[in-house]
Every structure is written in C-alpha cells, then in structure tokens.
C-alpha cells in the first residue's frame, strides 16, 4: 500500500522558517515527479511546488517564489519544502503528492496530474 507521510508543519511567527518533509512508502518514487499543494480554509487546493523525478528542475507558485524551496532526497525516497519567510497567508494544510507515470518532461501543476496524496500536515503562521 502506498503511502505519503508529511511532517514538520507547526506554529511560526512571521517571517520565520520550516521545513516540510513527506516520507513514501509501498513504492518507490525515485523515477517521478512529485510536488506540494496547500489548501487554506475556506479556499481551493493550490499548487506551491514541484520537482522532477531526478531533482534538477523545479518550479514554484508566484506566491512562494524566492521564498520555498523543493528538493528531494531519492535514496530515502522523502521530498522536502524548505519555507523561509513565512507569511499568515501561507497558513493552510500542507499536502505531498506524487505521480504515477514514470519520469516526465515538463513542471506538472495541476491536482488532477498527481496519483498519490498524503494525509496533510498543518502550517499556522501568526502575525
């Protein structure tokens, strides 16, 4: 059974850091691209970032760009999102994906081309 678990979300005042990490299991994810949405209450799933199966191109949100930082680490099978400067409008529920389709040519943005999903994990950042 596959499974993505975050961790690391949590209280920060602004202008503060976090860094998000989402553990794979039941498969490996090593040859897929995989990403990080977020929904704040009230509001639609966004797209925040995304990275390629091998880690050398990534591509982020307008909204946390110069800000976030995806990377990944395929040996562990985990992917990270380093936020730095947080703001209370990046307070919203945290959510690792991944696709299923092996490798991949473009940034992939959309909920509806990711396969797997974990549980979420709550950012809160106060003012």
């Known amino acids: 059974q596959v499974q993505l678990v975050e961790s690391g979300g949590g209280l920060v005042q602004a202008g503060g850091s976090l860094r998000l990490s989402c553990a794979a299991s039941?498969?490996?994810?090593?040859?897929?691209?995989m990403g990080w949405f977020r929904q704040a209450p009230g509001k639609e799933r966004e797209f925040v970032a995304t990275?390629?199966?091998?880690?050398?191109?990534?591509y982020y949100a307008d909204s946390v760009k110069g800000r976030f930082t995806i990377s990944r680490d395929n040996a562990k099978n985990t992917v990270y999102l380093q936020m730095n400067s947080l703001k209370p409008e990046d307070t919203a529920v945290y959510y690792c994906?991944?696709?299923?389709?092996?490798?991949?040519?473009?940034?992939?943005?959309?909920?509806?081309?990711?396969?797997?999903w974990g549980q979420g994990t709550q950012v809160t950042v106060s003012s």
């Open positions: 994906t991944a696709r299923r389709s092996l490798y991949g040519s473009r940034w992939y943005v959309g909920e509806y081309e990711y396969d797997y």
């Open positions: 039941g498969r490996t994810f090593s040859s897929n691209a």
């Open positions: 990275i390629n199966w091998h880690g050398t191109s990534t």
